[in-house]
Protein backbone atom coordinates (compact mmCIF):
# COMPACT_ATOMS: atom_id res chain seq x y z
CA UNK A 1 0.00 0.00 0.00
CA UNK A 2 2.70 3.03 0.72
CA UNK A 3 3.69 2.89 -3.09
CA UNK A 4 0.00 4.14 -3.73
CA UNK A 5 0.49 7.33 -1.19
CA UNK A 6 0.88 10.36 -2.92
CA UNK A 7 3.27 12.87 -2.35
CA UNK A 8 2.46 16.46 -2.09
CA UNK A 9 5.47 17.62 -4.45
CA UNK A 10 4.71 14.87 -6.85
CA UNK A 11 2.07 14.32 -9.62
CA UNK A 12 -0.01 17.28 -11.68
CA UNK A 13 1.15 20.10 -9.14
CA UNK A 14 4.68 19.57 -10.21
CA UNK A 15 6.97 21.96 -11.86
CA UNK A 16 10.62 21.95 -12.71
CA UNK A 17 12.75 23.83 -9.90
CA UNK A 18 14.14 26.99 -12.51
CA UNK A 19 10.83 27.75 -14.20
CA UNK A 20 8.77 27.93 -10.50
CA UNK A 21 11.93 30.17 -9.30
CA UNK A 22 11.29 32.15 -12.33
CA UNK A 23 7.46 32.50 -11.48
CA UNK A 24 8.20 33.37 -7.70
CA UNK A 25 10.60 35.84 -7.81
CA UNK A 26 8.97 38.09 -10.51
CA UNK A 27 5.71 37.91 -8.38
CA UNK A 28 8.37 39.49 -5.51
CA UNK A 29 9.84 42.85 -5.39
CA UNK A 30 13.48 42.92 -5.85
CA UNK A 31 15.50 46.32 -4.79
CA UNK A 32 17.65 48.09 -6.86
CA UNK A 33 20.67 45.30 -5.86
CA UNK A 34 18.04 42.72 -7.25
CA UNK A 35 17.93 41.51 -3.54
CA UNK A 36 14.65 40.71 -2.26
CA UNK A 37 14.27 40.90 1.80
CA UNK A 38 13.13 38.34 4.01
CA UNK A 39 9.69 40.07 5.19
CA UNK A 40 8.98 39.49 1.17
CA UNK A 41 10.47 35.81 0.90
CA UNK A 42 8.92 34.25 4.68
CA UNK A 43 5.35 33.95 3.84
CA UNK A 44 6.69 32.11 0.66
CA UNK A 45 8.36 29.78 2.71
CA UNK A 46 5.35 28.78 5.39
CA UNK A 47 3.32 27.89 2.36
CA UNK A 48 5.89 24.61 2.28
CA UNK A 49 4.58 23.80 5.83
CA UNK A 50 7.87 23.08 6.91
CA UNK A 51 8.76 23.16 10.56
CA UNK A 52 9.29 26.92 11.63
CA UNK A 53 12.88 25.97 12.85
CA UNK A 54 14.07 23.86 9.98
CA UNK A 55 12.75 27.30 7.74
CA UNK A 56 15.16 29.06 9.62
CA UNK A 57 18.05 26.33 8.96
CA UNK A 58 17.39 26.74 5.45
CA UNK A 59 17.85 30.61 5.28
CA UNK A 60 20.90 30.60 7.07
CA UNK A 61 22.26 27.94 4.94
CA UNK A 62 20.96 30.84 2.17
CA UNK A 63 21.87 33.86 3.67
CA UNK A 64 25.61 32.98 4.70
CA UNK A 65 26.39 36.40 5.22
CA UNK A 66 23.40 37.38 7.17
CA UNK A 67 22.27 40.54 5.04
CA UNK A 68 18.66 39.91 5.91
CA UNK A 69 18.28 39.08 1.95
CA UNK A 70 18.76 37.24 -0.93
CA UNK A 71 19.60 37.41 -5.57
CA UNK A 72 18.36 35.61 -7.59
CA UNK A 73 20.29 32.45 -7.28
CA UNK A 74 20.14 32.05 -3.20
CA UNK A 75 16.83 32.21 -4.23
CA UNK A 76 17.27 29.00 -6.11
CA UNK A 77 18.93 27.40 -3.67
CA UNK A 78 16.13 28.59 -0.96
CA UNK A 79 13.99 26.47 -2.83
CA UNK A 80 15.61 23.66 -3.62
CA UNK A 81 16.85 23.24 0.18
CA UNK A 82 12.93 23.88 1.27
CA UNK A 83 12.22 20.64 -1.29
CA UNK A 84 15.21 18.72 0.07
CA UNK A 85 13.84 19.17 3.64
CA UNK A 86 9.93 17.71 2.25
CA UNK A 87 11.50 15.17 0.84
CA UNK A 88 13.23 13.99 4.24
CA UNK A 89 16.92 14.53 2.84
CA UNK A 90 19.91 15.96 4.10
CA UNK A 91 20.17 19.57 3.43
CA UNK A 92 23.20 20.10 1.14
CA UNK A 93 23.42 23.25 -1.66
CA UNK A 94 26.23 21.25 -3.07
CA UNK A 95 22.99 18.71 -4.65
CA UNK A 96 20.72 21.09 -5.77
CA UNK A 97 20.23 22.28 -9.73
CA UNK A 98 18.31 22.44 -12.30
CA UNK A 99 16.72 18.59 -11.45
CA UNK A 100 16.11 19.34 -8.07
CA UNK A 101 12.40 18.70 -7.61
CA UNK A 102 10.50 22.04 -7.03
CA UNK A 103 9.29 22.27 -3.82
CA UNK A 104 5.37 22.26 -2.90
CA UNK A 105 4.27 25.14 -1.66
CA UNK A 106 0.43 25.08 -0.49
CA UNK A 107 -1.24 28.01 -2.09
CA UNK A 108 0.75 29.41 -4.54
CA UNK A 109 -0.86 31.08 -7.12
CA UNK A 110 -0.49 29.26 -10.32
CA UNK A 111 1.97 29.45 -13.21
Known amino acids: EEEEEEKPWRGSEYVELVPLCNHVWGLA ?53 MSQAQRGEPLDPALIGPQTPSPHLEGLQPM
Do not use: C, H
Request: zero cysteines; hydrophobic letters at 45%; charged letters at 15%.
Open 29 to 81: TPDENGMVDGSQIRPLMMMSQLPVDMLATVWSLVDSEQTGAVNFKQFGYLMGL
